[in-house]
């Protein structure tokens, strides 16, 4: 009887992992009640579990130590910032359920057939997003300045979604060996990449660039490096004038850090950052948007009136229409973060939290390319590939922007939590050099 309690809670729980993750894709910044709807039947199947086994269910992973030290690191300087309400808000609100998600997945989820629908799933999903993007971006319901944004506020995090799912896509199609299944793979990978030269978003396409070579340097195929640099190629002389332009600025190395059409604010943001972590190296300035908004308010404006070059620009802006200035303002009230996830976790938990921070991670990625190198291969094998790129691809984000938010941090927990299920549930004959199975060290199952 607690067999098939166990069952058909674990059956649940997936259905409400797959729920969520579309209502994250969909309504990523509303349908709050169906979220929490879920997320509580998550939370719930794993009790269930618990009570119907009559024993604590929390796996062991190589992460656990790094989660939770991240958290107290956060924690402790939530106690230390100028808000600590918002501080705790976001420490409690939104990093906790990132870690809840892994936990929960970790715990309930436990065979492949399970994550081979779940990721289905996503990729279905995803593939739906994109659709409604490319409509929308046609129709004028999905654009926000002339860029691709689909279900998201803004390019960059439609872009970063794309990136988290496509090189998944790319190495699964290497496995499936039917026709239909290859077919809607390389539907999904055209729209999606098509979705992803919409945005124009030039830190994405350097991610999956990277991203692409990996996975043909990994799968050693050198039919889909010469496809892929032949594609990009073409792309040149078919694609509209403006995004070649666009595309152009990223092999500007000479003017990276002088032409504002490169880095934007990115440069002075850089430059608040690192002197917000001067004056606030242990602790940094606490958590949460409001804590970073209020301090690069304050930052901004001392670096800008140091800098001659800044000053003659203040001077100037002094001129403008007082509509324009709102404008300005309003852009600069709204960055919440350091448009580089290093220095944004350094800036907001201190060097303590920064370390822990890089530990976590270093850790997930060590655990990603060691259970791909030495898994015995098939599905598992291609996804753990996948998975791995798709970190690089989101990492590779990290440099000038942030994945540490809603909704962009859930799917990728979402992607760490897969990772880790692959390696519990993968075949004990997947073994290390060692002679030792890929997970022994990390966990142990229940």
């Avoid at 409400?16 to 509303?30: D, E």
């Avoid at 910032?81 to 501080?87: E, L, M, R």
């Avoid at 003659?312 to 007082?322: C, F, I, L």
């Avoid at 989101?394 to 909704?407: L, R």
Wanted: overall charge positive.
């Amino acid at each position: 009887m607690n067999i098939k309690i166990t069952a058909y809670t674990s059956r649940i729980s997936e259905y409400a992992f797959i729920a969520y993750f579309f209502i994250l894709s969909f309504f990523p910044y509303s349908a709050d009640i169906i979220k929490l709807l879920c997320f509580l039947t998550i939370i719930g199947s794993w009790m269930i579990m618990m009570l119907s086994e009559k024993k604590m269910l929390f796996t062991k992973t190589s992460i656990n130590i790094p989660i939770f030290s991240f958290l107290l690191c956060s924690l402790a300087a939530s106690f230390y910032s100028a808000h600590i309400k918002n501080s705790l808000e976001t420490v409690l609100h939104d990093y906790l359920t990132y870690f809840i998600i892994f936990f929960c997945m970790i715990n309930t989820i436990r065979s492949q057939e399970q994550i081979n629908r779940v990721v289905k799933a996503m990729l279905i999903t995803c593939g739906l997003v994109c659709a409604y993007g490319v409509y929308g971006y046609y129709t004028g319901i999905a654009i926000r300045d002339e860029r691709l944004v689909a279900t998201f506020e803004y390019h960059s995090r439609i872009a970063k979604y794309i990136s988290l799912l496509l090189p998944i896509a790319v190495c699964l199609f290497f496995w499936y060996k039917n026709k239909l299944s290859r077919l809607s793979l390389s539907l999904f990978v055209i729209l999606c990449s098509f979705s992803l030269i919409l945005t124009m978003s030039r830190t994405s396409w350097v991610a999956i660039f990277i991203a692409m070579i990996f996975i043909g340097f990994a799968t050693q195929k050198k039919l889909l490096m010469a496809v892929f640099i032949g594609v990009c190629g073409l792309l040149i002389f078919i694609l509209p004038s403006k995004f070649i332009t666009h595309a152009t600025t990223i092999t500007q190395v000479n003017k990276l850090f002088t032409s504002k059409k490169i880095l934007g604010e990115r440069l002075l943001c850089w430059k608040a950052s690192i002197a917000i972590i001067q004056d606030h190296p242990l602790l940094g300035i606490g958590p949460g948007k409001r804590n970073f908004r209020d301090a690069y308010q304050r930052y901004r404006e001392k670096i800008k009136t140091k800098e001659p070059s800044q000053k003659k620009a203040v001077s100037v802006k002094r001129t403008e229409t007082q509509d324009k200035k709102k404008t300005v303002t309003k852009g600069i009230e709204k960055l919440s973060h350091a448009h580089n996830i290093f220095l944004h976790i350094w800036a907001e938990t201190g060097i303590i939290g920064l370390l822990s921070f890089l530990w976590l991670f270093a850790t997930v990625f060590y655990t990603a390319i060691k259970s791909w190198r030495f898994s015995s291969g098939g599905y598992e094998k291609m996804l753990l590939l996948g998975i791995t790129a798709s970190l690089i691809a989101i990492f590779s984000h990290g440099f000038t922007d942030s994945f540490w938010k809603k909704p962009d941090a859930l799917f990728l927990w979402y992607i760490i939590s897969i990772l880790f299920v692959v390696i519990h549930t993968m075949p004990i004959t997947s073994k290390d050099k060692r002679g030792k199975r890929i997970d022994e060290e990390d966990a142990s199952y229940h």
